[in-house]
C-alpha cells in the first residue's frame, strides 16, 4: 500500500468512530475512577461524567449515522447507560454535600461494622430527615 495514499472515505469514518469510541472509554474510566474520590473531589466524578455522556452521544450519533458494527453500538449503549447512572448518583451525592460529607466522615472514623451501619443508616434517612427504609 502506497504510503502517501490517502484514506477512502470509508476509512475515514471508520477511523473517526473508533476515535470517538476511543475517547468516550477514556472518559468512561475517568468518571469511575474519581466518582469514587472523597468530597470535594467527587466534583472531578460528575464532570468526567459529563464529558463521557458528551463524548458517548457523539460516538452513538456517529456509529448510528454511518451504519457502522451492530456490537459497537450495543457496547455504546451499555457504557452509556453505566455513565448515566453514575453521573446522576455522583450528582445525588454532591446536591446532598453536607450529608455525603458527614457520611464519608463518619465512615473514615468507623471501627466496627454496627457504626458503619449507623453511618448507613444515617446518610440513608438524611440524618433523619427521612423515615427508616
Known amino acids: 500500500m502506497d504510503?502517501?495514499?490517502?484514506?477512502?472515505?470509508?476509512q475515514e469514518k471508520a477511523i473517526k468512530g473508533r476515535s470517538l469510541l476511543?475517547?468516550?472509554?477514556?472518559?468512561?474510566?475517568?468518571?469511575?475512577?474519581t466518582g469514587t474520590f472523597p468530597l470535594p473531589w467527587k466534583v472531578l466524578g460528575l464532570v468526567t461524567g459529563l464529558t463521557a455522556v458528551v463524548m458517548g452521544i457523539l460516538t452513538l450519533v456517529h456509529l448510528f449515522r454511518f451504519k457502522m458494527s451492530g456490537l459497537l453500538k450495543v457496547t455504546t449503549i451499555l457504557g452509556l447507560v453505566i455513565?448515566?447512572?453514575?453521573?446522576?448518583?455522583?450528582?445525588?451525592?454532591?446536591?446532598?454535600?453536607p450529608f455525603t460529607a458527614d457520611y464519608e466522615q463518619c465512615m473514615e472514623?468507623?471501627?466496627?461494622?454496627?457504626?458503619?451501619?449507623?453511618?448507613?443508616e444515617?446518610?440513608?434517612?438524611?440524618n433523619g430527615l427521612l423515615p427508616s427504609p
Open 3 to 10: 504510503q502517501n495514499a490517502s484514506p477512502s472515505p470509508e
Open 22 to 33: 476511543r475517547w468516550f472509554m477514556v472518559f468512561f474510566a475517568l468518571m469511575l475512577i
Open 83 to 97: 455513565t448515566l447512572f453514575s453521573t446522576v448518583g455522583t450528582t445525588a451525592m454532591i446536591a446532598l454535600w
Open 109 to 120: 472514623l468507623a471501627l466496627t461494622l454496627e457504626t458503619k451501619a449507623e453511618c448507613q
Open 122 to 126: 444515617n446518610y440513608l434517612t438524611l
